[in-house]
């Protein structure tokens, strides 16, 4: 059987999926609980299990924007610990682009923690999707066990499904840099209040740049996010 990406169309495949995407966020089941997950599936939005063999490893969720905007925000993707870093999350990715563009949808949104450095990397360097907005605390609080303690400051993407991918800004263009940390993961874990600290400090350099009318171009594994000219 393999790899197999599939809608979620039984109620079963619906509570598996729930749990799947809890198991990767520190098994808190509140960020997409099954009678949500079951509305937006049977509605017609984009909701798909990632089966290995015939066991659910993964899960993504989208769903429409404003009709005239022909868009759909992805809401959440998660492939299971153990199962990640073998190019699943991209797969998932794709798939979701030929389904959007089947609907006649020309851009996804999604916003991911501005601090991952390996969410970064994928978004704006493996699939070009360009930085709209840098939203402070988006979520407010939450439980689950990558957020619980922190402040949810996200990044906002968006994907142009027909468009080329946004190349990596020349360092000619580059006006200055945003460093983040190699991994900010493991820096919760053994450092909090280091962590806490970054992400103030992104946070301040984020705002400030934005609102000075510069732009994130891109992201740099060794420099960070990398700052340009309108």
Known sequence: MGIQILPLEAVDEV?????????VWGGDRGGMPPNLLRALAHSGNYAVGLYDEGRMIGASVAFFA???ERSMHSHITGVLPGQQGHGLGRALKQH???WAL???VGHITW???PLVARNAHFNLRTLGARVTEYLVDHYGPMDDGV???DETD???VSWALASPPVPTPSDDRVVTTIPIPHDIEELRRVDP??????RFRVREEFVGLLQDGLVIGGFDDQHGYLVVAR
């Open 111 to 113: 916003t991911f923690d």
């Open 193 to 198: 209040g280091a962590a806490a600290d970054w």
């Open 66 to 68: 404003a009709p005239g």
């Open 15 to 23: 509570h598996t999926a729930s749990q799947v995407l809890a198991d």
């Open 154 to 156: 996200r990044i906002m």
């Open 102 to 104: 089947a609907r006649q």
């Open 96 to 98: 979701q682009r030929e």
């Open 147 to 149: 957020n619980r303690g």
